[in-house]
C-alpha cells in the first residue's frame, strides 16, 4: 500500500525547528536579512510548540494555516520533513563566513560586531573570543565593555555544559513517537515504548530509550535499524543497538522477545537507584525480576505497581511497602478547568473567543483569562484600563460559550515583594497568578523577603512558575526555598505547576516539599496559544512526579468550588 506523503519522515520535529533556527542565524549574520531572519525563528518557535500531527499537516498541505507559516516556510518544512535536507539551508550556508556562523551563536553578537572583534582583535573563533573575554581585550572594541564580555563568557560557558545536548519534552516525545510507529510496523507485529528518563516524565532526555518486544526479534531488529530517522549506529549487540538519530540525539534501542518485554522495559525505564532496589529486594526474597506485566514484577516482590513518575530511588519503594504511596495521583482527566490562560491583550496568539471555544471543544468546565499586568510591558501588560475593557469583553463571550470564563490576572512580583495592581482591583478578580518576571537575580536574602512578603499578602495567589527557571536556559531564583513555602502555608495562596515545557516549576523535589506542608496546588497551562492548552499533561506529570494527589490540586474541583477556594478577596 503506498503511503500518504508525510507519513514516513526523514526529519523529525526538532531536526526542522534547528534547521529553521540555522536558517534564522543564518540570514542574521548576514546583516542584510533581519525580516526574513525573524520569519524562520517564528516559524521555529510555532513548530516548537506545535500540538497538532506534524506528518498530517504536511500530507494535508496544511502547514501556512499555523500562525506565521508562510508559502516559502511551509515548502521548507515539507522538503525537510519528506527527504531529510532543505536546498533553501544548503544554498544559503556557503555564504555566510564560518567565524560569522559560529560567533553568532551567541546571544547579542550581530555581524557588525563580530566584524568589529575580527578586525580589532583577530578573533576567528569560539576560542579566540574566550581569550580575548579572559585577557580583558574584548572591551577594547567599540560598542562592548566589561559586561559585555561576562556576558560573553557565561553563554561560552552555558554552551560547553551538558545540557547542552539534552531536549525538552515535547521535542522527545515527538521524536519517540515517529520511532516507535516505525517500530510497531516491524514483521510479525511488535509493541514498542519509550523507556528512560522520557518514559519517567524528566524534565529533559539527553538520549531516546526505546524497548520492542517481538515474536521474531531478529527480523524487528532488522526493521529497527532502518529507521529513516536513524542517521547512524555506534554500537550493536545481539538485543541493543545505540546511535545518533537526525536530529542529534542518542538513541538505543533493545529488542528482546515478548516473554522478556516487561523486565526489560522496568530495567530500561530506571531509574538506576529504582532498579537497584528493587534487585536487593529480589535478591532477599529469592526471585528474580520477571513477569507478564510490569505489575507482576512489583507483586512478585509484595508491592504494588509503582508508576513510572516515581521510580527516581526517593523513598518511593519504602512508601510503597508502608502502604504509603500516593494511590490517587492526579490524572489529566481529573482537571476541569484550565487555568493561566493568555490572550491577544497580552503576549497570546489567540483572542479570548478563540481559547474559549477551543476550551469548550475539550470538555472544559472553566477557563482563567489570565493576562500580563503593567509592569510587564515587554509582554504587553493590561493597564487598569485595559484589564477593564478584557472584563467587558469575557462577559460579551460568555454569552456565546459554555465554558465558565473566570477574569485574572498573572500579577508581577515587584522587587518589595508588593503586586504591580492596587488591592481594589485584585479584589474583583476572580483569579490571581503572582509570578517573577524580573529581577531574577536578587541575593538569597533579598530574594527570600521579597517572595516572604508575597505569600503574606491578604488577597489569595497563585505562586506562578515559582522559582523563575527556564529549563536548560535559566536556572532557578535563589532563595531559602522552604522557609517561602512555609510563608506561603501561613497565608492565603496555592502552588503553581506550571505546564509550560520550557519552565515545569515547581521541580518535583519541591512540590514533595510543598505536600508534606499542607499546600493546594493548581497544575496550569501557561498557554500562549490554543495550541498550547495541551500543556497541562506535562503539568500533570510534574505533578505526579511530586506525588501529587487529585485532591490537592484546586483544578480538580467544580467551577463554583475552585472560585471559592481562590477568589482574591476570600469572599466569593
Same mark, same amino acid.
Given at each position: 500500500?503506498?503511503?500518504?506523503?508525510?507519513?514516513?519522515?526523514?526529519?523529525?520535529?526538532?531536526?526542522?525547528?534547528?534547521?529553521?533556527?540555522?536558517?534564522?542565524? &543564518?540570514?542574521?549574520?548576514?546583516?542584510?536579512?533581519?525580516?526574513? $531572519?525573524?520569519?524562520?525563528?517564528?516559524?521555529?518557535?510555532?513548530?516548537?510548540?506545535?500540538?497538532?500531527?506534524?506528518?498530517?499537516?504536511?500530507?494535508?498541505?496544511?502547514?501556512?494555516?499555523?500562525?506565521?507559516?508562510?508559502? @516559502? &516556510?511551509?515548502?521548507?518544512?515539507?522538503?525537510?520533513?519528506?527527504? %531529510?535536507?532543505?536546498?533553501?539551508?544548503?544554498?544559503?550556508?556557503?555564504?555566510?563566513?564560518?567565524?560569522?556562523?559560529?560567533?553568532?551563536?551567541?546571544?547579542?553578537?550581530?555581524?557588525?560586531?563580530?566584524?568589529?572583534?575580527?578586525?580589532?582583535?583577530?578573533?576567528?573563533?569560539?576560542?579566540?573570543?574566550?581569550?580575548?573575554?579572559?585577557?580583558?581585550?574584548?572591551?577594547?572594541?567599540?560598542?562592548?565593555?566589561?559586561?559585555?564580555?561576562?556576558?560573553?563568557?557565561?553563554?561560552?560557558?552555558?554552551?560547553?555544559?551538558?545540557?547542552?545536548?539534552?531536549?525538552?519534552?515535547?521535542?522527545?516525545?515527538?521524536?519517540?513517537?515517529?520511532?516507535? @510507529?516505525?517500530?510497531?510496523?516491524?514483521?510479525?507485529?511488535?509493541?514498542?515504548?519509550?523507556?528512560?528518563?522520557?518514559?519517567?516524565?524528566?524534565?529533559?532526555?539527553?538520549?531516546?530509550?526505546?524497548?520492542? %518486544?517481538?515474536?521474531?526479534?531478529?527480523?524487528?531488529?532488522?526493521?529497527?535499524?532502518?529507521?529513516?530517522? &536513524?542517521?547512524?549506529?555506534?554500537?550493536?549487540?545481539?538485543?541493543?543497538?545505540?546511535?545518533?538519530?537526525?536530529?542529534?540525539?542518542?538513541?538505543?534501542?533493545?529488542?528482546?522477545?515478548?516473554? $522478556?518485554?516487561?523486565?526489560?522495559?522496568?530495567?530500561?525505564?530506571?531509574?538506576?537507584?529504582?532498579?537497584?532496589?528493587?534487585?536487593?529486594?529480589?535478591?532477599?526474597?529469592?526471585?528474580?525480576?520477571?513477569?507478564?506485566?510490569?505489575?507482576?514484577?512489583?507483586?512478585?516482590?509484595?508491592?504494588?505497581?509503582?508508576?513510572?513518575?516515581?521510580?527516581?530511588?526517593?523513598?518511593?519503594?519504602?512508601?510503597?511497602?508502608?502502604?504509603?504511596?500516593?494511590?490517587?495521583?492526579?490524572?489529566?482527566?481529573?482537571?476541569?478547568?484550565?487555568?493561566?490562560?493568555?490572550?491577544?491583550?497580552?503576549?497570546?496568539?489567540?483572542?479570548?473567543?478563540?481559547?474559549?471555544?477551543?476550551?469548550?471543544?475539550?470538555?472544559?468546565?472553566?477557563?482563567?483569562?489570565?493576562?500580563?499586568?503593567?509592569?510587564?510591558?515587554?509582554?504587553?501588560?493590561?493597564?487598569?484600563?485595559?484589564?477593564?475593557?478584557?472584563?467587558?469583553?469575557?462577559?460579551?463571550?460568555?454569552?456565546?460559550?459554555?465554558?465558565?470564563?473566570?477574569?485574572?490576572?498573572?500579577?508581577?512580583?515587584?522587587?518589595?515583594?508588593?503586586?504591580?495592581?492596587?488591592?481594589?482591583?485584585?479584589?474583583?478578580?476572580?483569579?490571581?497568578?503572582?509570578?517573577?518576571?524580573?529581577?531574577?537575580?536578587?541575593?538569597?536574602?533579598?530574594?527570600?523577603?521579597?517572595?516572604?512578603?508575597?505569600?503574606?499578602?491578604?488577597?489569595?495567589?497563585?505562586?506562578?512558575?515559582?522559582?523563575?527557571?527556564?529549563?536548560?536556559?535559566?536556572?532557578?531564583?535563589?532563595?531559602?526555598?522552604?522557609?517561602?513555602?512555609?510563608?506561603?502555608?501561613?497565608?492565603?495562596? @496555592?502552588?503553581?505547576?506550571?505546564?509550560?515545557?520550557?519552565?515545569?516549576?515547581?521541580?518535583?523535589?519541591?512540590?514533595?516539599?510543598?505536600?508534606?506542608?499542607?499546600?493546594?496546588?493548581?497544575?496550569?497551562?501557561?498557554?500562549?496559544?490554543?495550541?498550547?492548552?495541551?500543556?497541562?499533561?506535562?503539568?500533570?506529570?510534574?505533578?505526579?512526579?511530586?506525588?501529587?494527589?487529585?485532591?490537592?490540586?484546586?483544578?480538580?474541583?467544580?467551577?463554583?468550588?475552585?472560585?471559592?477556594?481562590?477568589?482574591?478577596?476570600?469572599?466569593?
Amino acid at each position: 500500500m503506498k503511503e500518504e506523503p508525510g507519513t514516513t519522515p526523514r526529519a523529525d520535529r526538532l531536526t526542522i525547528v534547528r534547521a529553521l533556527r540555522e536558517m534564522a542565524g &543564518l540570514l542574521d549574520a548576514s546583516g542584510q536579512e533581519t525580516f526574513k $531572519a525573524r520569519a524562520y525563528a517564528r516559524g521555529a518557535e510555532v513548530l516548537e510548540r506545535l500540538d497538532a500531527d506534524l506528518g498530517e499537516l504536511v500530507a494535508r498541505r496544511r502547514l501556512t494555516t499555523l500562525p506565521g507559516i508562510g508559502p @516559502a &516556510l511551509a515548502a521548507m518544512i515539507t522538503e525537510l520533513y519528506q527527504t %531529510g535536507r532543505s536546498q533553501t539551508l544548503e544554498d544559503q550556508r556557503p555564504r555566510v563566513p564560518a567565524v560569522a556562523l559560529e560567533l553568532s551563536r551567541i546571544p547579542r553578537l550581530g555581524l557588525d560586531k563580530i566584524a568589529a572583534l575580527h578586525a580589532t582583535l583577530g578573533v576567528k573563533t569560539l576560542e579566540d573570543l574566550e581569550a580575548a573575554c579572559v585577557a580583558g581585550r574584548v572591551r577594547s572594541v567599540k560598542g562592548m565593555g566589561e559586561k559585555s564580555e561576562r556576558r560573553i563568557l557565561e553563554a561560552i560557558r552555558r554552551m560547553r555544559e551538558p545540557d547542552a545536548r539534552r531536549v525538552l519534552l515535547p521535542e522527545a516525545l515527538a521524536i519517540a513517537d515517529a520511532m516507535r @510507529a516505525h517500530l510497531d510496523r516491524a514483521p510479525a507485529g511488535a509493541n514498542a515504548e519509550a523507556a528512560g528518563d522520557l518514559r519517567r516524565w524528566a524534565e529533559s532526555v539527553d538520549e531516546l530509550s526505546l524497548v520492542v %518486544g517481538s515474536d521474531r526479534p531478529s527480523d524487528a531488529m532488522k526493521h529497527a535499524l532502518q529507521a529513516p530517522l &536513524l542517521a547512524d549506529v555506534a554500537s550493536r549487540g545481539e538485543e541493543i543497538f545505540q546511535g545518533r538519530l537526525a536530529s542529534g540525539l542518542p538513541v538505543r534501542v533493545q529488542v528482546v522477545p515478548r516473554a $522478556a518485554y516487561a523486565p526489560a522495559l522496568l530495567r530500561a525505564t530506571g531509574s538506576t537507584a529504582h532498579v537497584q532496589h528493587l534487585e536487593r529486594l529480589a535478591r532477599a526474597r529469592g526471585v528474580r525480576l520477571e513477569g507478564e506485566s510490569e505489575a507482576d514484577i512489583y507483586g512478585r516482590l509484595g508491592l504494588p505497581f509503582i508508576p513510572p513518575e516515581l521510580r527516581e530511588g526517593d523513598g518511593e519503594i519504602e512508601a510503597a511497602t508502608t502502604g504509603a504511596l500516593p494511590a490517587d495521583l492526579v490524572t489529566a482527566e481529573d482537571l476541569k478547568g484550565l487555568v493561566h490562560c493568555h490572550t491577544v491583550y497580552s503576549d497570546g496568539q489567540h483572542t479570548v473567543e478563540q481559547m474559549a471555544r477551543a476550551a469548550d471543544t475539550l470538555g472544559m468546565e472553566y477557563m482563567t483569562i489570565t493576562d500580563h499586568s503593567p509592569a510587564a510591558a515587554y509582554a504587553g501588560g493590561l493597564s487598569v484600563e485595559r484589564l477593564k475593557a478584557q472584563w467587558e469583553e469575557i462577559a460579551r463571550v460568555q454569552e456565546r460559550v459554555s465554558v465558565r470564563l473566570l477574569r485574572g490576572t498573572e500579577s508581577d512580583i515587584l522587587a518589595d515583594g508588593s503586586l504591580d495592581y492596587p488591592d481594589a482591583i485584585l479584589e474583583q478578580l476572580d483569579v490571581v497568578i503572582a509570578s517573577i518576571h524580573r529581577r531574577h537575580r536578587m541575593d538569597v536574602n533579598q530574594m527570600t523577603e521579597r517572595l516572604v512578603r508575597t505569600m503574606a499578602l491578604p488577597c489569595f495567589k497563585i505562586w506562578g512558575h515559582a522559582l523563575g527557571r527556564l529549563i536548560l536556559s535559566r536556572p532557578p531564583v535563589e532563595c531559602r526555598v522552604e522557609e517561602v513555602l512555609d510563608a506561603a502555608a501561613a497565608g492565603r495562596a @496555592a502552588v503553581e505547576i506550571n505546564g509550560d515545557p520550557k519552565r515545569l516549576d515547581l521541580a518535583p523535589r519541591w512540590l514533595k516539599a510543598a505536600r508534606e506542608r499542607g499546600l493546594a496546588f493548581v497544575v496550569s497551562t501557561d498557554a500562549h496559544s490554543v495550541g498550547e492548552l495541551g500543556n497541562v499533561r506535562y503539568g500533570v506529570a510534574m505533578a505526579r512526579r511530586g506525588w501529587i494527589g487529585r485532591d490537592a490540586v484546586l483544578n480538580t474541583r467544580n467551577a463554583a468550588e475552585f472560585v471559592r477556594a481562590v477568589a482574591p478577596s476570600g469572599r466569593r
